[in-house]
């Protein structure tokens, strides 16, 4: 029992240290945090969950104005269940695959006399807490909802909180299922790297549609709950049981919820534990390489690492996925919207007419996608434990910004312009709002590689077991792309604003170039700051 507690602790180390620790191989600077940075990741923490609490507070309203005193009361916490459990997934899936299968100290742990059983049971329990703060931070605000607007007993409260505990459960079951059938055929096939980003980009495709049609799909779930409630009853047993016990405090109910929730995870967790150590160390199927003599030739320091960073970011499937989405994404939109221009606006405004604004729209959208591009904000923490062999090669600080944050600017800004110019064409801009549309991408795209290696010069994060903890839940990954959302939505208010307003009256393109402005001062701070205390950082970092 000891070693399997020692195993856990240290897997919520791991998962902590690769959220809000910075690296500690450090020259000069200690172990020590300093206050703001501490301030700086509590504002952030603060500035997520009012995102999400405010979002789903609004959500829950709606259901509970069409379910709360109705005898349907049971339906208004099914469809919180069904939300917490479509958000735990999605968010969890990949690491979970990851960090039960490729996990760096795979082979470590199994060549020490320790269980598989226990190894296993340690990530799982690990990956459990992690699904529990996403259903935490779709039902906590449901339930804060519900009793505003209807209030409950404490029996419901009591069985809502075990509800909350057990949800986890069956999330993580189908995570795992997910994750083993993929580690199985990663075993069999050649080309495991591409068939998981197919399945992810299946998955997250699916989810993004599901909540840009979100207002839509509320409208439909209120308007048809009954037969929904009744398809839920036969065909999603735990979410019904969930919703009854929690709304009528049903101890039966509760029960079914249990087995519902435990015996998924208990047979995923048998069914792991038996297959671990063959899958964990099979060798993986590849493609046998043939040497071909070519002549070779000298290229420069920057060129060089600039083909490394781009060589790393295709060849990891979740660095693509979720470091480079937003350069498929925008040009699908707005393809989307040269034909359906209509329908695409309900679905981000939930019918609000925003026609004055309209040329504002594109900027928005690119915005948002442009936020997602942030390779650099991992990049240096990419390079592990052999982040000594960049710093002892013959190549200056500035060689290596100009390759982590190139790789950005040309994974990125390509895509994002075309996706401008069409974007111009769908929202039936002039030139010379397209060229400023355009030209604020340009800038957008700069500040978010170039931030995004700054914040990742004062959080690094050298020692972790697997790569998706640092590529996705890393501090400079949720810095930069909530900090330039936050600075985007500033610039298009304020231009909004000014454009509004009958005391300035601005045009609408002067309101585009107020937005290109605020980021070309941003651009040449963020540049001047990494050119004197960014190298300064970077050569008191020790590999």
């Known amino acids: 029992m000891k070693m399997f507690k020692a195993l856990f602790i240290s897997r919520l180390q791991s998962m902590w240290f690769s959220l809000f620790a910075s690296n500690r191989l450090k020259t000069g600077g200690g172990n020590k945090k300093s206050p703001g940075k501490k301030v700086l990741v ?43 459990f479509l958000l735990s997934v999605v968010g969890s899936v990949f690491m979970t695959q990851k960090q039960l299968f490729e996990a760096k100290d795979n082979e470590l742990l199994l060549s020490m006399p320790i269980p598989s059983s226990y190894i296993v049971a340690s990530r799982m329990l690990m990956l459990l807490c992690v699904n529990l703060m996403y259903t935490m931070l779709v039902i906590v605000p449901a339930m804060l909802t519900f009793g505003v607007k209807v209030g409950f007993s404490a029996k419901t409260l009591i069985f809502s909180i075990i509800g909350i505990v057990l949800m986890p459960l069956l999330s993580m079951a189908v995570e795992c299922l997910f994750a083993w059938l993929i580690a199985l055929i990663g075993t069999k096939i050649k080309k495991k790297n591409a068939a998981s980003m197919v399945l992810y980009i299946v998955f997250f495709g699916a989810y993004m549609w599901f909540f840009m049609r979100l207002e839509n799909n509320i409208a439909t779930l209120i308007t048809n709950g009954t037969q929904i409630g009744e398809a ?70 920057r060129k060089a690492l600039l083909k490394k960073e781009l060589s790393r970011f295709f060849s990891l499937p979740m660095y693509m996925l979720n470091s480079g989405l937003g350069a498929v994404m925008a040009p699908a939109i707005f393809i989307l919207a040269l034909f359906k221009r209509e329908e695409l606006m309900q679905s981000l405004v939930a019918g609000a007419d925003v026609s004055a604004y ?58 994002m312009v075309l996706a401008s110019v069409i974007g111009g064409i769908a929202f039936t801009l002039t030139p010379l709002q397209t060229v400023l549309t355009v030209v604020f991408t340009a800038f957008m795209q700069i500040l978010v590689a170039v931030v995004g290696f700054i914040f990742n010069l004062h959080f690094p994060k050298f020692e972790w077991l697997n790569e998706t903890l640092v590529i996705k839940q890393s501090i400079p990954v949720i810095l930069t792309m909530f900090g330039s959302m936050a600075l985007a939505a500033a610039a298009i208010v304020i231009s909004v604003l000014l454009y509004s307003s009958p005391k300035f009256n601005f045009s609408v393109d002067a309101g585009l170039a107020v937005c290109c402005a605020f980021f070309a001062i941003l651009d040449a701070v963020a540049y001047a700051y990494l050119k004197t205390a960014g190298v300064k950082v970077y050569d008191r970092l020790n590999g």
């Open 42 to 84: 509590g504002i952030l923490a603060v500035y997520i969950l009012g995102t999400f609490g405010v979002m789903f507070i609004g959500i829950f309203s709606q259901f509970a104005a069409a379910f709360g005193n109705s005898e349907y009361a049971w339906l208004y916490f099914s469809f919180a269940g069904m939300f917490a």
């Open 232 to 301: 839920i009853g036969k065909y999603m047993p735990p979410l019904y049981a969930f919703g009854v016990s929690s709304a009528s405090g049903d101890i039966v109910r509760l029960g079914e919820l249990a087995l519902w929730c435990i015996v998924p995870f208990a047979l995923m967790y048998f069914a792991i534990s038996k297959s671990f150590i063959k899958i964990s160390t099979s060798s993986k199927t590849q493609d046998r390489k043939v040497y071909v003599r070519t002549s070779l030739e000298v290229t420069s320091p």
């Open 358 to 415: 309209l040329p504002f729209v594109p900027i928005a959208i690119i915005a948002f996608c442009v936020s997602t591009l942030c390779t650099s904000a991992p990049s240096l923490s990419l390079e592990g434990k052999n982040f000594w062999v960049l710093k002892t090669s013959p190549v200056s600080a500035g060689d290596v910004f100009y390759a982590k944050i190139m790789t950005n600017i040309v994974i990125g800004l390509p895509p």
